[in-house]
């Protein structure tokens, strides 16, 4: 038998991990959006968490930021403590087109999203990890091979096989990526009441608030770094 299994094995107790990937808003025409990766060394743990609260509120919809509501406000603060108390690793790019535009660096909106999620898998994932990449499914045309491109980008800037796999999931099937969308939204939505884009006093302006609470951060608007969120501003690296 020849190929690499027959020359070496990789030790079971070799660091693993899985990071799901979401956004938030419209790359192609919102001013501010934002990328987010959570990563989790072992995602059972929350995700069981996650299922038990579901089960004692009885709540089986998808968990939305853009549906959020005043009587769904108690629950979704609920899924903000879960996540808290699991104390997972967040990071996020937000974008802010009007002062530094993604989309028209890389040409379109397809190579923007890859390039974001790309530099938070590199900045997130440790030496010798290895990684399983579940991201949000969103339509795309034919001749975009985002799985294969994010994969190769990320490996070939680490010089390694750090990304085995990059596999997207219709959210709804997911409810990490549902977890993703929450935390990145609420990052995102301070962005937006900050131009005037968003008020004070809505149920979503509760939970983004609620969101910085729990993770005991004041304030995203010049980024941050804690030991569970990374929040960054992006800016184009000088010419």
Not at 68 to 96: G, H, I, N
Not at 106 to 112: K, Y
Not at 139 to 145: E, F
Not at 147 to 152: G, I, K, V, W
Request: aromatic share 10%.
């Amino acid at each position: 038998m020849t190929g690499p299994s027959s020359r070496s094995t990789v030790p079971a107790g070799h660091p693993t991990a899985v990071a799901f990937v979401d956004e938030s808003g419209a790359i192609a025409k919102d001013r501010f959006f934002a990328v987010g990766c959570l990563k989790l060394e072992e995602p059972a743990g929350l995700l069981r968490a996650l299922q038990r609260l579901r089960d004692v509120e009885h709540w089986y919809k998808e968990i939305h930021f853009v549906d959020l509501t005043r009587d769904t406000l108690p629950f979704y603060m609920k899924v903000v403590d879960v996540l808290a108390d699991a104390e997972p690793s967040l990071s996020c790019f937000v974008c802010d087109r009007e002062s530094a535009d993604p989309v028209a660096r890389f040409g379109g909106q397809f190579e923007a999203y890859e390039y974001l999620a790309a530099q938070l898998l590199i900045g997130s994932i440790k030496p010798y990890e290895l990684v399983a990449v579940l991201a949000d499914n969103y339509s795309t045309p034919a001749a975009v091979t985002f799985e294969e491109s994010l994969r190769e980008r990320v490996n070939k800037r680490l010089g390694r096989l750090a990304v085995s796999h990059v596999v997207r999931l219709d959210s709804r099937s997911a409810d990490a990526l549902q977890v993703v969308d929450l935390l990145v939204s609420a990052v995102a939505f301070e962005f937006r009441q900050s131009v005037g884009g968003a008020g004070r006093r809505s149920p979503k302006a509760q939970l983004a608030k609620y969101v910085r609470d729990r993770f005991g951060v004041e304030s995203f608007l010049t980024g941050c770094r804690t030991e569970c969120v990374n929040v960054k501003i992006y800016r184009p690296a000088p010419e």
